[in-house]
């Protein structure tokens, strides 16, 4: 039995994450204020806390005799973060640096950060981990920030951190209607009430796919590895693939809207890195997990 806790713990990845832990018979805290999770996908057998991450003599007591903090809390919508900058800084790196400092104040062993794809921006493909970030959005910067923070209190305090850059990760309980919306279960929607697809911009733009419950065995490797230096890590299937694949995939007649601004065109992972430092790899392909779905 040991004490994690996970912050985002009644959100899409973190409440898989909870469910895992719970199942290896340990003790889960899962912070969250449901400003975006629901608290139906807490597992019961979690400790729940609804405090917000911005509140630091609030968060600072429950990480008392914690073993790792899985830090997945945050406000992940791109475009939210373009319209509103600063609250949303407020959550994903005040948040952050708020988590870290309670982390190292409670002696926690590891903090493992859930970062983005997003920091990158446009790059060549396969994008590598040592690529300089260049983020388009507000939210990729958060993130970027947040890992930057977390190198910094390796440094500085010797708390071990990593962090995780995921691509786009789909699964069960990815709402199309949630926090940040994503292709394929708005197109899963839209096919089940005999709507057309909406493809955003020309259907060429693409995405790396990687399902939940590889991204909940990667944070477990994280954990588990000897990774302390707040390196970042990306967590992607290593395969590009088009909006307009998808489509084609689901099986159902398209409308084109207009392209939106902030987001990146083409992404692809090089995974090589986490194969290497974690023993990680993807088991899920894009296709068994739609069909999963
Ligand atoms: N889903 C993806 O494709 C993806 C890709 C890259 C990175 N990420 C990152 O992974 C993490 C989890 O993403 P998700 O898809 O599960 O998102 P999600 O929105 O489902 O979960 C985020 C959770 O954080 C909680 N939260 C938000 N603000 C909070 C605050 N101030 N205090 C406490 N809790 C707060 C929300 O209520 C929600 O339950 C996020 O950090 C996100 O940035 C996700």
Redesign the pocket.
């Known amino acids: 039995m040991s004490k994690y806790i996970v912050?985002?713990?009644?959100?899409?990845?973190?409440s898989h994450l909870t469910d895992r832990l719970i199942s290896e018979g340990h003790e889960v805290r899962v912070?969250?204020?449901?400003?975006?999770?629901?608290k139906e996908y807490v597992n019961k057998k979690a400790e729940f806390k609804k405090?917000?991450?911005?509140d630091f003599n609030k968060l600072k007591p429950l990480f008392k005799g914690a073993e790792a903090v899985f830090?997945?809390?945050?406000?992940?919508r791109l475009q939210v973060s373009i319209e509103d900058p600063i609250s949303t800084h407020e959550?994903?790196v005040t948040?952050t640096l708020n988590v870290l400092q309670a982390a190292k104040e409670a002696g926690v062993k590891k903090v493992i950060f859930?970062?983005?794809?997003?920091l990158y921006g446009e790059q060549p493909l396969p994008i590598k981990e040592d690529f300089v970030p260049r983020p388009v959005s507000p939210?990729g910067l958060h993130?970027y920030i947040g890992e930057q923070y977390c190198r910094l209190f390796h440094n500085l305090f010797r708390l071990a951190t990593v962090s995780l850059?995921?691509?786009?990760?789909?699964g069960p309980r990815?709402l199309a209607t949630?926090?940040?919306p994503?292709v394929i279960p708005i197109f899963l929607r839209q096919k089940k009430e005999g709507e057309k697809l909406t493809v955003v911009g020309d259907g060429r733009a693409t995405r790396d796919y990687v399902y939940v419950s590889d991204v909940v065995e990667a944070n477990i490797a994280a954990w588990k590895s000897d990774v302390r230096d707040g390196a970042a890590i990306n967590i992607g299937s290593g395969k590009q693939t088009s909006v307009n694949e998808i489509a084609e995939l689901i099986g159902w007649p398209t409308v084109n809207l207009p392209p939106r601004p902030g987001e990146m065109r083409f992404i692809e992972a090089d995974n090589s890195r986490a194969r290497e430092l974690l023993g990680w790899e993807p088991t899920i392909g894009l296709e068994e997990g739609i069909n999963k779905l």
């Open positions: 912050t985002g713990g009644a959100g899409f990845i973190g912070i969250d204020n449901l400003m975006l999770g629901k405090v917000d991450i911005r830090h997945l809390a945050a406000d992940p959550i994903n948040g859930s970062s983005t794809c997003a939210y993130k850059r995921y691509f786009n990760v789909f990815k949630g926090s940040y994503m």
